[in-house]
């Protein structure tokens, strides 16, 4: 008996290690270069080589056989000697030696032509970021008339509640098995497309970033608490800079323990060095942190006062000069506009934790108007919040009149 090898990313192997029928539904989201897409397109081609099956490849629009699957189908066989063994590739075909045929077919427009369809075992939706819920309705309503159908939807997100955002996302079905791919997750992520995504995290705004590169929806912006602010982009601290300066939050139940290291340099803030995790237990704090951020034991950090007894632990614990930070009515409000009277707040790469919550701390928005409103949502604010205690002294100052940000 001959086998072959075939390597994928481990996101792809987990998730196709079930055989098929396991699962109704198997769903891939993320930012480019993920691997997503070719990594189904080489499993469709494994299965249609193993058995005989009708695959669908549809997408919402598809005017012409250059905008389908059929590319990312050919790039797969074509990377593998015995599938290319298998398969005859046309131009707008492809059908494999057993009798697997590929039918493409776009849905706008197509959707009676599609419930004409018989017989289909496999269908990928490919950006099925962009498929109304009509057209879902129709396509589920005939795809799943075989034993052991399955569908794939595959798709960057870009709107929080879409039709594929809430069917797999939101409340997937038991039935399905559904994972997230970033260019993290894809070992044979392109040296050249890695240049390409430096350069757009250092020329993008972080919102706009996260949505092309780190499979993020697109935000909107004027509701992000520090819109306009954030910047990504590599640096070391210089001997001119005031810091370091290390604050801390602890987490609770579902929430991160977060420490941060920061630096002023003239009219802008710098966010160096990370520590996050959840369920860190209060025993292994001062470990995690200290193993995060060089010299956080030796200089003074300031915590939430909320948890004195945890403060006090982490003194007697590896971390003797943790203080409990200052707070008065209105601290959060002047924390925030402490720091947004720097003229930039530079987050170094490194600090993906950090990145994120730029991108997600955000103002509340009127469900009935869209207006922004000026009350926070208390979410995504961990990092943040450690940020303000690491820097409260000069909150204080500034918000009783004394130093501001020049």
Same mark, same amino acid.
């Given at each position: 008996? &001959?086998?072959?090898?075939?390597?994928?990313?481990?996101?792809?192997?987990?998730?196709?290690?079930?055989?098929?029928?396991? @699962?109704? @539904?198997?769903?891939?989201?993320?930012?480019?270069?993920? $691997?997503?897409?070719? $990594?189904?397109?080489?499993?469709?081609? =494994?299965?249609?080589?193993?058995?005989?099956?009708?695959?669908?490849? &549809?997408?919402?629009?598809?005017?012409?056989?250059?905008?389908?699957?059929?590319?990312?189908?050919?790039?797969?066989?074509?990377?593998?000697?015995?599938?290319?063994?298998?398969?005859?590739?046309?131009?707008?075909?492809?059908?494999?030696?057993?009798? #697997?045929?590929?039918?493409?077919?776009?849905?706008?427009?197509?959707?009676?032509?599609?419930?004409?369809? *018989?017989?289909?075992?496999?269908?990928?939706?490919?950006?099925?970021?962009?498929?109304?819920?009509?057209?879902?309705?129709?396509?589920?309503? #005939?795809?799943?008339?075989?034993?052991?159908?399955?569908?794939?939807?595959?798709? /960057?997100?870009?709107?929080?509640? !879409?039709?594929?955002?809430?069917?797999?996302?939101?409340?997937?079905? *038991? /039935?399905?098995?559904?994972?997230?791919? /970033?260019?993290?997750?894809?070992?044979?992520?392109?040296?050249?497309? /890695?240049?390409?995504?430096?350069?757009?995290?250092?020329?993008?705004?972080?919102?706009?970033?996260?949505?092309?590169?780190?499979?993020? @929806?697109?935000?909107?912006?004027?509701?992000?608490?520090?819109?306009?602010?954030?910047?990504?982009?590599?640096?070391?601290?210089?001997?001119?800079?005031?810091?370091?300066?290390?604050? $801390?939050?602890?987490?609770?139940?579902?929430?991160?323990?977060?420490?941060?290291?920061?630096?002023?340099?003239?009219?802008?803030?710098? =966010?160096?060095?990370?520590?996050?995790?959840?369920?860190?237990?209060?025993?292994? #704090?001062?470990?995690?942190? &200290?193993?995060?951020?060089?010299?956080?034991?030796?200089?003074?950090?300031?915590?939430?006062?909320?948890?004195?007894?945890?403060? !006090?632990?982490?003194?007697?614990?590896?971390?003797?000069?943790?203080?409990?930070?200052?707070?008065?009515? $209105?601290?959060?409000?002047?924390?925030?506009?402490?720091?947004?009277?720097?003229?930039?707040?530079? =987050?170094?790469?490194?600090?993906?934790?950090?990145?994120?919550?730029?991108?997600? @701390?955000?103002?509340?928005?009127?469900?009935?108007?869209?207006?922004? &409103?000026?009350?926070?949502?208390? *979410?995504?604010?961990?990092?943040?919040?450690?940020?303000?205690?690491?820097?409260?002294?000069?909150?204080?100052?500034?918000?009783?009149?004394?130093?501001?940000?020049?």
């Amino acid at each position: 008996m &001959t086998t072959a090898t075939v390597d994928l990313p481990r996101k792809i192997v987990d998730l196709f290690k079930a055989p098929r029928g396991t @699962y109704q @539904y198997r769903a891939m989201h993320g930012g480019r270069g993920s $691997g997503k897409s070719f $990594g189904a397109a080489k499993m469709a081609a =494994i299965w249609g080589m193993i058995e005989p099956l009708r695959i669908l490849c &549809t997408r919402e629009f598809q005017a012409s056989i250059k905008e389908s699957f059929h590319a990312e189908l050919k790039a797969a066989i074509a990377s593998e000697p015995w599938l290319e063994a298998h398969y005859d590739v046309g131009v707008d075909y492809l059908r494999g030696a057993n009798g #697997t045929e590929f039918i493409f077919r776009g849905l706008r427009h197509n959707v009676g032509s599609i419930k004409s369809l *018989a017989k289909i075992d496999l269908t990928i939706c490919e950006e099925a970021e962009d498929i109304p819920e009509l057209s879902w309705l129709a396509l589920e309503a #005939t795809v799943f008339r075989q034993p052991k159908a399955e569908l794939w939807a595959i798709w /960057n997100p870009r709107l929080d509640g !879409s039709p594929v955002d809430k069917r797999f996302r939101k409340s997937a079905p *038991a /039935n399905a098995a559904v994972v997230e791919m /970033n260019w993290q997750d894809n070992p044979f992520f392109p040296p050249g497309l /890695n240049t390409l995504r430096q350069r757009e995290q250092s020329r993008l705004d972080p919102a706009t970033y996260a949505h092309v590169w780190l499979g993020a @929806y697109l935000e909107n912006s004027d509701a992000q608490v520090f819109a306009g602010k954030i910047a990504v982009e590599p640096f070391e601290p210089q001997g001119n800079w005031s810091g370091p300066y290390f604050g $801390g939050d602890f987490g609770f139940s579902q929430d991160p323990t977060a420490a941060v290291e920061v630096w002023i340099a003239g009219d802008e803030l710098h =966010i160096r060095r990370e520590a996050f995790k959840t369920g860190l237990e209060l025993d292994d #704090t001062a470990a995690f942190v &200290t193993g995060k951020i060089p010299r956080f034991e030796l200089e003074v950090s300031r915590w939430d006062n909320a948890r004195p007894e945890s403060i !006090s632990h982490l003194k007697r614990h590896g971390i003797p000069r943790a203080q409990s930070v200052d707070k008065w009515k $209105g601290s959060v409000e002047d924390g925030i506009a402490y720091l947004r009277s720097f003229r930039r707040i530079v =987050i170094h790469p490194d600090c993906g934790n950090m990145q994120r919550e730029a991108r997600l @701390y955000s103002y509340k928005v009127d469900k009935l108007t869209g207006d922004v &409103t000026t009350a926070i949502v208390d *979410a995504h604010n961990h990092g943040w919040d450690a940020v303000r205690y690491a820097v409260s002294p000069m909150i204080r100052k500034q918000s009783e009149g004394g130093f501001a940000v020049l």
